[in-house]
């Protein structure tokens, strides 16, 4: 090998090392961030009112030890007020386990509380009574309808239902109303018609809780009152 070969071949293979590199741009660097280790959300509970539905309580008048009053005066059996006395004297007085002393007015500054007595039995058996009033009253009556011109099948299957109801004890508002393209109803068959209604409600032992409402052929509203069952 020749000399101007080697220095040609050392040229191209080695760099003088003066030679100067040109700066690498930041941008071109990538740099990995840390690995993280997963954090596991926990979801927040949210604070929420809770409503509990408290059961409704009876309101009844002061009896016995609920009486809070030092004295009090006593209804006796004539309707004249007694004079006054201790009340833990009064409750010593009567036979607790048939009787109640209620309060039926309250002390009002100088004047004693006011009290009856009232045998246990008794009186249970009336509010019993007044819960089973109200519940009457309070229930939802069955609704009935039916035209004034009905065949007998139709007719058949609305007295069927309107006996079960009262025999369940329901409470029946039942309206009778024409047809609007229909043919009209007879007088005589009006009647006939409410006979027959009649006759199932009498025959069930139920009965008209008031008077009908509107008119024969037209519009008639019956309620009847379900069949009672005793206790």
């Known amino acids: 090998m020749t000399t101007s070969t080697a220095l040609a071949l050392l040229r191209v293979f080695v760099r003088p090392s003066n030679t100067s590199f040109p700066p690498i ?48 005066q006593i209804v006796n059996s004539q309707g004249h007020l007694d004079p006054p006395r201790l009340t833990q004297e009064a409750l010593r007085s009567f036979d607790r386990e048939k009787n109640f002393l209620i309060q039926v007015e309250p002390p009002n500054g100088d004047t004693p509380a006011i009290c009856r007595l009232y045998d246990k039995k008794t009186l249970k058996d009336s509010e019993k009574a007044a819960a089973k009033a109200q519940k009457r009253s309070q229930r939802v009556a069955k609704k009935l309808e039916m035209s004034w011109v009905i065949d007998k099948n139709d007719l058949a299957h609305r007295l069927q239902k309107l006996q079960d109801f009262l025999e369940k004890g329901a409470r029946v508002e039942l309206l009778i109303a024409m047809k609007r393209r229909g043919k009209p109803s007879t007088e005589n068959d009006a009647e006939a018609l409410v006979d027959q209604i009649l006759e199932k409600v009498k025959e069930v032992g139920a009965k008209e809780a008031r008077p009908m409402e509107g008119q024969l052929g037209k519009h008639a509203l019956f309620v009847f009152e379900g069949v009672r069952k005793s206790a």
């Open 25 to 72: 741009p930041l941008t071109s660097v990538r740099i990995r961030p840390p690995l993280l280790k997963a954090v596991r959300r926990i979801p927040s509970i949210q604070s929420r009112s809770v409503t509990t539905k408290q059961p409704k309580r009876k309101v009844r008048l002061p009896r016995d030890e609920e009486i809070t009053g030092a004295y009090v």
